[in-house]
């Protein structure tokens, strides 16, 4: 989450693009009712849903998404607020970004500038080209080969 309230509503935008392009009035309408910060967990189901029915995904069950805001949206929304690129431009030790290129929910274009201007220790960026948000789901043997390397490479570094 680099800056999720602007992800967010980067992914609203595309999202009524594509309502709009494909003429789908049931998602112009719902589309519209969602206000960035999320308010209710019918905003963020309808976030959510058509966030994984235009990125060609199986969308969660909206009595599981209200389930999780009445739980967790006021931290979500806390957390969302931060930007990385004011509140951490510098980091001082190892970060690894594992990104999903086709990633709407935590946005891969903000993902890519905050990496690009962060000053680390070390950084490293590893793209997953058939992902979106759930990498782990997707690739899962991509992303273990990677984290198995890289506790190698630590491991013969920093004896």
């Not at 931290?75 to 001082?92: D, K, W």
């Amino acid at each position: 989450m680099v800056n999720q309230l602007e992800s967010e509503s980067f992914s609203l935008a595309w999202m009524k693009e594509k309502a709009f392009q494909d003429k789908n009035q049931v998602a112009i309408d719902e589309l519209q009712k969602i206000k960035i910060p999320f308010q209710d967990g019918e905003q963020i189901y309808y976030h959510r849903n058509w966030l994984a029915h235009f990125s060609g995904n199986k969308p969660l069950s909206k009595t599981y998404v209200q389930s999780w805001a009445a739980l967790w949206l006021t931290l979500f929304n806390e957390a969302a607020a931060i930007n990385l690129n004011s509140a951490a431009p510098e980091i001082r030790c190892q970060v690894y970004f594992f990104v999903g290129s086709h990633d709407y929910q935590t946005h891969f274009k903000l993902t890519e500038e905050y990496f690009k201007m962060l000053k680390a220790e070390k950084k490293e960026l590893f793209w997953f080209t058939n992902s979106g948000h759930n990498l782990n789901l997707t690739e899962p043997k991509k992303l273990q080969e990677i984290i198995i390397q890289l506790h190698k490479n630590n491991l013969t570094e920093y004896p």
